[in-house]
């Protein structure tokens, strides 16, 4: 079992950064692949990015592609989302998810391979 609890959200201008942090409980997290998903209302839930257990592959959606940035630190057992030039589109609840896979290929975009989700964070940017 692993509990994810989000943070970072908040409101920024158009052209700015935040950072995301999904700080994971248990001794296990390690082994788990990393994802991010962002939510609009109104929308279905969007692939953003995905780290490997050990961090060394990545994988992201094409609309963050250059922009966003995932990484993680086992030791702390956090996984992070650095998100620069940000637009009104980036607007939406961002969600972190745990895959128990551990490794990640073409399907990591897909949120039914995750096992275990956060409640999500709401970013939230002005024009």
């Known amino acids: 079992q692993v509990q994810l609890v989000e943070s970072g959200g908040g409101l920024v201008q158009a052209g700015g950064s935040l950072r995301l942090s999904c700080a994971a409980s248990?001794?296990?997290?390690?082994?788990?692949?990393m994802g991010w998903f962002r939510q609009a209302p109104g929308k279905e839930r969007e692939f953003v990015a995905a780290?490997?257990?050990?961090?060394?592959?990545?994988y992201y959606g094409d609309s963050v592609k250059g922009r966003f940035t995932i990484s993680r630190d086992n030791a702390k057992n956090t996984v992070y989302l650095e998100m620069n030039s940000l637009k009104p589109e980036d607007t939406a609840g961002y969600y972190c998810a745990a895959d128990r896979k551990g490794t990640i290929d073409r399907y990591s975009g897909n949120p039914d391979e995750y096992d275990y989700w956060g409640q999500g964070t709401q970013v939230t940017v002005s024009s």
């Open positions: 248990g001794r296990t997290f390690s082994s788990y692949a």
């Open positions: 780290i490997s257990r050990s961090g060394s592959s990545t």
